[in-house]
């Protein structure tokens, strides 16, 4: 998403991962493989690796220095983001997924909505990114897989931005809460119910001093209104008036329209509205 302003700048070092629910898997390929796909990268240098080991009998001493400082770079690499025990990586998420029941040789093409969702948020956290946004991760879940979810979730090495509607998973996994409001973003530190007690103790907080607020703002317009024109009360006045419009005045959060709606009646069509057969 681009900002309406600014600008967002991102580390080139920082790895950002989303899951879009909407991103379509490759057809024909087994869940295993969509899994596997998350480490891409390290298949890719491996096969530069091995590429490396079969040109070195061909090559001259200089060149063959240089491969071999770039297959050690790349052995190193592998070694430490566990390239030798992805597929154990693979089953883990998958079982705590729900996925490894389906059978991970089973072809994409043939799973529903929900489970190629969940295909793409193991895959997600199988990338292990250093910033990991989720949106409502918690769909398609049920409570098992939900449980598995929080304790992988507070076990994240990295950071995660989660959005959800589900509370008790929200408030055990999360340690600050943003809140956007009147387009201003607070900062909470603690869980959801934690944020709550705050932001209503803020809210009564500030109710509390916009009433005195306004209070001592009818005080000073009224005295300025009795005393601007009196030769011997004009300056008072006067000084008053720079008080009022010195003042930052306090504004309160606009109460939410709640939206209405207002269907037409209309006549059925028919007795039968419609029909379905074998539905899965």
């Known amino acids: 998403l681009m900002p309406d302003e600014g600008k967002v700048i991102w ?8 899951m879009d629910q909407h991103a379509a898997l490759v057809k024909g390929q087994s869940i295993r493989d969509a899994l596997r796909d998350a480490f ?4 890719d240098l491996e096969t530069e690796m091995n590429s490396l080991y079969e040109k070195m009998g061909d090559c001259t001493p200089e060149e063959l220095e240089k491969m071999l400082e770039r297959t050690a770079v790349i052995q190193d690499l592998l ?13 883990e998420v998958a079982k705590g997924l729900g996925l490894l029941d389906l059978g991970l040789d089973k072809d994409v093409d ?31 879940l049920d409570e098992e897989h939900i449980e598995w979810l929080k304790r992988y979730l507070n076990n994240y090495e990295n950071a995660f931005i989660l959005i959800s509607h589900d509370i008790p998973f929200l408030n055990s996994v999360v340690n600050l809460i943003y809140h956007v409001e009147e387009r201003k973003l607070t900062r909470y530190v603690g869980d959801y119910y934690e944020f709550k007690r705050l932001y209503e103790e803020n809210k009564k907080r500030l109710e509390q001093a916009y009433e005195k607020q306004q209070k001592e703002i009818a005080r000073l317009e009224d005295f300025v209104a009795r005393n601007k024109a009196n030769v011997a009360t004009a300056n008072m ?13 306090i504004e309160l959060s606009k109460e939410k329209p709640k939206p209405e709606f207002n269907f037409k009646i209309a006549r059925t069509a028919g007795k039968t509205i419609f029909e379905t057969e074998d539905l899965v």
Do not use: C, W
């Open 237 to 249: 006045a006067k000084s008053r008036q720079k008080k009022l419009d010195k003042m930052e005045v």
């Open 110 to 140: 043939d799973l529903s909505g929900g489970q190629r969702t969940k295909i793409l948020l193991g895959k997600l956290l199988l990338q292990n990114p250093d910033i990991l946004l989720l949106d409502e991760p918690t769909n398609y």
């Open 79 to 91: 070694d430490h983001n566990g390239f030798y025990v992805i597929d154990a990586k693979v089953e």
């Open 40 to 43: 891409k990268y390290l298949f």
């Open 11 to 18: 580390s080139n070092n920082v790895r950002v991962g989303y």
